[in-house]
């Protein structure tokens, strides 16, 4: 069955043909709608939400009234009332619904909240991303009328006093669209995708894999990559292709691709097409609308208002904290190839809301933007400004200089002496020397920024790597409860879990690799 065939609820098919018209006037209907919607809530009535709506410059009115905002800030200041059953608060009604995340670095976990507005947007947008297949050229449309194999949180959820709480992703699988169930092409089902325990998970979606015709693949790279394995284990295949042939799509997201991209063909008996998407716990905020597009196009209208900080060192202090009144600009006013931070407003109750994400504009006409890092993974002690991005194509430049698969990395910031080093830590079941490892990072990285290449010449004196197996990276997530689902290793390493992984590689590599649990 074709893609094309589906037959979509009413509602949804509306919302699929919204009138294109300039981004400014888009960003600003979204918004005006979010403002009508909430206007009654404790949130729009501070804030005079009526009045904005009523200003000539109501964009620039709304930035005037209403405070930026981090997850802490809101969350004490809003949120947290959500949390206790209170309706009304930031979006009209209860929430039932909270997505719990840590991010990469965080100890506590975040409650975000999940309204059934923000699913059926993140719905909508979704199939805005398969309709724009139809352009694709040379793939085959058939396969998108297989099965899909979705490998995300639990959708047993936790259940609070007047709430549910778990992954996005769980929670994204508990409510799909009956239509979509009804075609029988949600996989693993149900039944699997209620199981916590992410091993026992894995051993059923393995045990059931020769009884699905899988078309498309969604998930983090690395722990799809694992499952992919194991099922080629199991059933003693030369790749994936001679169980799944009409597997043609990789639905990717959260982590830049590449690193893993080598080791992932490898499980391949041919071609398939990469997909990216940009969603975040807060919204379905952009994704891959073209075939071989080098970014990812801004969901402009269907309820996510945009607004974009400059990240330099006016509007970020020195560990990412972003300062409280930022310079901020709408979409339209942003320039190509520079660093912003992102703000959005949506109707789940995030105002001006700066989810920690940094990135760059590459195509102003079609709206198209590359997530660059973090606003608080990177690094700079001594003015560097190393970005994830940076960090990401030194690797991918590495990989291929040396001929060794780099699937996973990070890199920590450290005193040396009375100066500073970059620790580097890289996975790889690969051999190779760790001084020509270094030797070669530095090298790309200079070629890549130039603030770097200056800082290795002062006070940034020192680069070492040191090689771990790839299986260490994943002990170490599984050691912090962070296994499986949309869990992701940080590129960055700061402070208490700096400290953890220290600890962990420094007894990982005795013999007997009795590694503590970390709490």
Same mark, same amino acid.
């Not at 979204?30 to 000539?56: M, P, S």
């Not at 006013?333 to 001006?352: P, Q, S």
């Not at 973090?374 to 040396?402: P, Y």
């Given at each position: 069955?074709?893609?094309?065939?589906?037959?979509?609820?009413?509602?949804?098919?509306?919302?699929?043909?919204?009138?294109?018209?300039?981004?400014?006037?888009?960003?600003?209907?979204?918004?005006?709608?979010?403002?009508?919607?909430?206007?009654?809530?404790?949130?729009?009535?501070?804030?005079?939400?009526?009045?904005?709506?009523?200003?000539?410059?109501?964009?620039?009115?709304?930035?005037?009234?209403?405070?930026?905002?981090?997850?802490?800030?809101?969350?004490?200041?809003?949120?947290?009332?959500?949390?206790?059953?209170?309706?009304?608060?930031?979006?009209?009604?209860?929430?039932?619904?909270?997505?719990?995340?840590?991010?990469?670095?965080?100890?506590?976990?975040?409650?975000?909240?999940?309204?059934?507005?923000?699913?059926?947007?993140?719905?909508?947008?979704?199939?805005?991303?398969?309709?724009?297949?139809?352009?694709?050229?040379?793939?085959?449309?058939?396969?998108?009328?297989?099965?899909?194999?979705?490998? *995300?949180?639990?959708?047993?959820?936790?259940?609070?006093?007047?709430?549910?709480?778990?992954?996005?992703?769980?929670?994204?699988?508990?409510?799909?669209?009956?239509?979509?169930?009804?075609?029988?092409?949600?996989?693993? *089902?149900?039944?699997?995708?209620?199981?916590?325990?992410?091993?026992?998970?894995?051993?059923?979606?393995?045990?059931?894999?020769?009884?699905?015709?899988?078309?498309?693949?969604? *998930?983090?790279?690395?722990?799809?990559?694992?499952?992919?394995?194991?099922?080629?284990?199991?059933?003693?295949?030369?790749?994936?292709?001679?169980?799944?042939?009409?597997?043609?799509?990789?639905?990717?997201?959260?982590?830049?691709?590449?690193?893993?991209?080598?080791?992932?063909?490898?499980?391949?008996?041919?071609?398939?097409?990469?997909?990216?998407?940009?969603?975040?716990?807060?919204?379905?905020?952009?994704?891959?609308?073209?075939?071989?597009?080098?970014?990812?196009?801004?969901?402009?209208?269907?309820?996510?208002?945009?607004?974009? #900080?400059?990240?330099?060192?006016?509007?970020?202090? *020195?560990?990412?904290?972003?300062?409280?009144?930022?310079?901020?600009?709408?979409?339209?006013?942003?320039?190509?190839?520079?660093?912003?931070?992102?703000?959005?407003?949506?109707?789940?109750?995030?105002?001006?809301?700066?989810?920690?994400?940094?990135?760059?504009?590459?195509?102003?006409?079609?709206?198209?933007?590359?997530?660059?890092?973090?606003?608080?993974?990177?690094?700079?002690?001594?003015?560097?400004?190393?970005?994830?991005?940076?960090?990401?194509?030194?690797?991918?430049?590495?990989?291929?200089?040396?001929?060794?698969?780099?699937?996973?990395?990070?890199?920590?910031?450290?005193?040396?002496?009375?100066?500073?080093?970059?620790?580097?830590?890289?996975?790889?079941?690969?051999?190779?020397?760790?001084?020509?490892?270094?030797?070669?990072?530095?090298?790309?990285?200079?070629?890549?920024?130039?603030?770097?290449? #200056?800082?290795?010449?002062?006070?940034?004196?020192?680069?070492?790597?040191?090689?771990?197996?790839?299986?260490?990276?994943?002990?170490?997530?599984?050691?912090?409860?962070?296994?499986?689902?949309?869990?992701?290793?940080?590129?960055?390493?700061?402070?208490?879990?700096?400290?953890?992984?220290?600890?962990?590689?420094?007894?990982?590599?005795?013999?007997?690799?009795?590694?503590?649990?970390?709490?």
């Amino acid at each position: 069955m074709a893609l094309f065939e589906m037959k979509l609820p009413a509602s949804i098919a509306r919302a699929l043909n919204i009138p294109v018209s300039d981004v400014r006037s888009q960003q600003l209907k979204v918004l005006k709608k979010l403002l009508r919607k909430a206007r009654f809530t404790e949130f729009g009535q501070q804030y005079r939400f009526d009045e904005i709506l009523l200003a000539r410059h109501c964009g620039k009115k709304f930035q005037q009234e209403v405070p930026t905002y981090n997850y802490s800030k809101i969350y004490k200041e809003w949120w947290y009332k959500t949390l206790e059953g209170i309706p009304d608060v930031c979006w009209p009604g209860v929430i039932k619904y909270f997505a719990l995340s840590s991010g990469t670095s965080e100890a506590s976990s975040k409650y975000i909240p999940i309204t059934k507005e923000l699913v059926r947007s993140n719905t909508i947008t979704s199939i805005k991303q398969l309709m724009s297949l139809a352009r694709y050229e040379d793939v085959p449309k058939s396969a998108i009328g297989k099965g899909w194999l979705m490998l *995300g949180g639990s959708t047993q959820l936790q259940k609070g006093p007047t709430y549910y709480a778990g992954d996005l992703s769980g929670i994204q699988q508990k409510n799909i669209p009956f239509w979509f169930m009804g075609l029988g092409l949600y996989k693993p *089902g149900k039944k699997i995708a209620k199981e916590k325990d992410w091993s026992k998970k894995l051993d059923e979606v393995v045990e059931n894999a020769p009884n699905w015709d899988i078309g498309f693949i969604v *998930g983090v790279p690395a722990w799809l990559q694992l499952c992919l394995e194991k099922i080629i284990e199991r059933y003693r295949l030369k790749n994936i292709h001679e169980l799944w042939p009409n597997l043609s799509f990789y639905v990717h997201g959260g982590v830049a691709l590449e690193p893993y991209k080598r080791g992932f063909e490898k499980l391949l008996g041919k071609p398939i097409t990469y997909i990216e998407t940009y969603l975040a716990s807060e919204g379905f905020l952009a994704y891959q609308n073209k075939q071989g597009a080098k970014g990812m196009h801004l969901a402009l209208n269907n309820n996510i208002f945009f607004e974009f #900080v400059p990240f330099d060192d006016k509007n970020f202090d *020195g560990e990412g904290n972003m300062v409280d009144a930022p310079e901020t600009l709408m979409l339209h006013e942003i320039e190509e190839h520079k660093e912003y931070a992102i703000l959005i407003t949506t109707n789940a109750g995030a105002w001006r809301y700066a989810i920690g994400d940094t990135v760059k504009l590459i195509d102003k006409k079609a709206s198209q933007i590359i997530i660059t890092g973090r606003t608080k993974h990177f690094l700079s002690l001594v003015g560097e400004h190393l970005s994830v991005d940076n960090m990401n194509k030194a690797i991918e430049m590495v990989s291929e200089q040396m001929n060794v698969f780099i699937p996973e990395f990070t890199v920590a910031g450290v005193p040396y002496g009375n100066f500073f080093a970059h620790e580097w830590f890289l996975a790889s079941d690969d051999k190779a020397d760790e001084q020509t490892l270094a030797e070669k990072i530095d090298a790309n990285l200079k070629q890549l920024n130039d603030d770097y290449e #200056v800082e290795r010449n002062h006070a940034l004196k020192n680069i070492s790597v040191k090689l771990l197996p790839e299986k260490a990276f994943m002990d170490f997530m599984e050691a912090r409860g962070k296994i499986g689902g949309q869990h992701k290793f940080p590129r960055v390493l700061k402070g208490k879990i700096l400290n953890e992984w220290q600890d962990f590689v420094a007894t990982y590599t005795k013999p007997e690799n009795n590694y503590p649990v970390i709490k």
